[in-house]
């Protein structure tokens, strides 16, 4: 039997090793990566460096063995096909995308090469792979828990504003996933008790229309559904709105709370992007798209934001503040 200090030893020395070697195999080929969005390049700054840094880590860096051709496509309309496929036309041995508008656009410009999602909601429902654990397509990479977290959202809410009857829902109706994200409410809001009201938007244009329309809704509060590239993109117009409305609101990714918003629940997309890497990286090594488990995420983050809980006159029960990752204040 080898003892603890012997093992930890042979890991020390084996170590080094692997990620010799794992930089060796990257150094081997200039690896072309593609990423296709839908909104701003400013936005997903973030999230793509901890995309980079996690192939640095890897040993594929940017102007040395890897190139990345990067495409934002800021909502127009008639945008993303034609830029899925001019990524198409250059080459890349991966495409990376974010929504299931760029992850169908990329399938229809090709099925040969890999593409690797990141954050997309239901991927067997909106057909993009036959199951999670044999997509059977060309697509792979990581899907969201949406759907799955919907209920918990709705009980963090009314933890919070325990009085809350009545809670609007931002929908977003040109995004293929949210109708199925509002049946799921629907379902969860009746042990509750709560009655659920639909917020439609029409897309970026009819944003400020929406807003305007949700002054008009009776509302105890809201939820921003997530998986949603617009409401992600253009979420400073969405969090000043609703807190000039003094509305509590529970959104997913949690840069809605860093920058003003009340409560989020859901995964770190930083934390997402990152683990994206280690699929480039199967994949640049043989790896087939087809045969590649989605892997969905297992951690969600409660972020509460203390500030802004006061500004709405609101003192989140002791019980909810020692469930959250984060407070701020």
């Keep these: 039997m080898i003892s603890t200090s012997r093992r930890t ?16 195999f990257a150094a081997e080929k200039n690896l072309r990566v593609a ?18 840094s996690g192939l640095r880590e890897l040993g594929y860096v940017e102007g040395k063995n890897l190139t990345v051709d990067r495409r934002y496509t800021q909502f127009g309309p008639d945008q993303m096909p034609p830029t899925a496929r001019e990524l198409v036309s250059l080459r890349p041995d991966i495409i990376i995308t ?25 991927p067997v429902g909106q057909g993009f792979v036959r199951t999670l654990a044999q997509p059977g397509t060309n ?9 799955e977290l919907i209920p918990k959202m709705l009980e963090l809410l009314h933890a919070a504003v325990p009085n809350a009857t009545r809670i609007a829902v931002f929908i977003n109706t040109t995004n293929t996933a949210h109708e199925a994200l509002w049946s799921d409410v629907e379902a969860a809001a009746r042990p509750l008790r709560i009655t659920p009201v639909r917020a439609d938007v029409r897309g970026p244009a009819d944003l400020n229309a929406a807003l305007d329309r949700l002054k008009k809704i009776s509302a105890d509060g809201l939820i921003v559904l997530p998986d949603d590239p617009m409401t992600f993109n253009l979420r400073h117009r969405i969090i000043d709105a609703v807190n000039q409305l003094r509305m509590p609101t529970l959104y997913g990714p949690r840069e809605f709370v860093i920058e003003g918003g009340f409560m989020s629940y859901g995964e770190s997309f930083p934390d997402s992007y990152r683990r994206v890497g280690t699929y480039v990286d199967k994949l640049a090594r043989g790896a087939k798209a087809a045969e590649l488990p989605i892997e969905q995420p297992t951690r969600f983050q409660l972020v509460i934001n203390l500030k802004t809980a006061s500004m709405l006159g609101i003192t989140p029960p002791r019980t909810l503040l ?4 984060e407070t701020i204040r």
């Design 9 to 24: 030893f042979c890991k020390a020395l084996a170590l080094p090793a692997l990620c010799a070697a794992g930089v060796a």
């Design 35 to 52: 990423i296709l969005f839908s909104g701003y390049e400013t936005i997903y700054a973030a999230p793509v460096e901890s995309l980079i």
């Design 98 to 122: 974010a929504c299931a508008g760029s992850t169908r656009a990329a399938m229809q410009a090709t099925q040969n090469i890999p593409i690797l999602m990141v954050n997309v909601a239901d």
């Design 139 to 147: 697509v792979t990479g990581r899907s969201s828990q949406s759907r």
């Design 322 to 325: 020692l469930r959250a990752d």
